[in-house]
C-alpha cells in the first residue's frame, strides 16, 4: 500500500503560481511513477502530468505544457507540481496517483483524496 497526501491548494488569481505537494508514505516510493490527473465539476478526470520513478522521462497534457512543472525527490518521497501563469479553466480539485505510470488514470494504483485549485478572472 502506498498513502498518497497531497497540499498546496487554495484560490490564486489568473497569472499566479501553485506549487502542489504530494507526500508518499508506505511502499518504496522510488518504485513508482507518479502523476498529477485533475477534475473540473461535471467533467471526466483529466491526465495533468507524469513523472517515472527517476525523474528521467515527464511528460504533460498539451493544455499546461510550458505553464506546470513535475518533479520529484525521492528523499523526501515527495512528488510537486509547480503551476505557474494559472488560468481559470486550471480550475480542479487536483490528484497525486503512485502507478506504472501513462496518461490513463486506470493505470495508476494509489490516490490521493484531493486538493482543490481555484483560479479567478
Known amino acids: 500500500q502506498v498513502q498518497l497526501v497531497e497540499s498546496g491548494g487554495g484560490l490564486v488569481q489568473a497569472g499566479g503560481s501553485l506549487r502542489l505537494s504530494c507526500a508518499a508514505s508506505g511502499r518504496t516510493f522510488s518504485n513508482y511513477a507518479m502523476g498529477w490527473f485533475r477534475q473540473a465539476p461535471g467533467k471526466e478526470r483529466e491526465f495533468v502530468a507524469r513523472?517515472?520513478?527517476?525523474?528521467?522521462?515527464?511528460y504533460y497534457a498539451d493544455s499546461v505544457k510550458g505553464r506546470f512543472t513535475i518533479s520529484r525527490d525521492n528523499t523526501k518521497n515527495t512528488v510537486y507540481l509547480q503551476m505557474n501563469s494559472l488560468k481559470p479553466e486550471d480550475t480542479a480539485v487536483y490528484y497525486c496517483a503512485a502507478g506504472a505510470g501513462s496518461r490513463r488514470y486506470q493505470s495508476y494504483a494509489y490516490w490521493g483524496q484531493g486538493t482543490q485549485v481555484t483560479v479567478s478572472s
Open positions: 513523472i517515472n520513478w527517476s525523474g528521467g522521462s515527464i
